[in-house]
């Protein structure tokens, strides 16, 4: 059975950062991309940020130069390093993992607050 498990959410205050962590276990087939997505009450759900199984990482127009996605393939992780955070970044954050064979999981959210 797979599961991905998220950590790191909670509440910071603008300017701050946090770290979020994805965990994958029960897979079976080769990973192709992991990937954060996020959705904020009332919008639709957005990429944050992806990555490739090769490195090669892309990200969401409003994050660019705040957040970097890093990966660990052996442990089947993924992080997303989020930076300068601001009250608009406050949403629930979703791991996304898409395997080889274009079947994709996703982990249950955690939530992020940026408020002072």
């Known amino acids: 059975q797979v599961q991905l498990v998220e950590s790191g959410g909670g509440l910071v205050q603008p300017g701050g950062s946090l770290r979020l962590s994805c965990a994958a276990s029960g897979i079976i087939f080769k990973i192709n991309t992991m990937a954060w997505y996020r959705q904020a009450p009332g919008k639709q759900r957005e990429l944050a940020a992806v990555?490739?199984?090769?490195?090669?990482?892309d990200y969401g127009d409003s994050v660019k130069g705040r957040f970097t996605i890093s990966r660990d393939s052996a442990k089947r992780t993924v992080h997303l390093q989020m930076n300068s955070l601001k009250p608009e970044d406050t949403a629930v954050y979703y791991c996304?993992?898409?395997?080889?064979?274009?079947?994709?999981?996703w982990g249950q959210g955690t939530q992020v607050t940026v408020s002072s």
């Open positions: 990555i490739t199984s090769g490195g090669s990482t």
């Open positions: 996304n993992v898409e395997l080889i064979t274009s079947q994709s999981y």
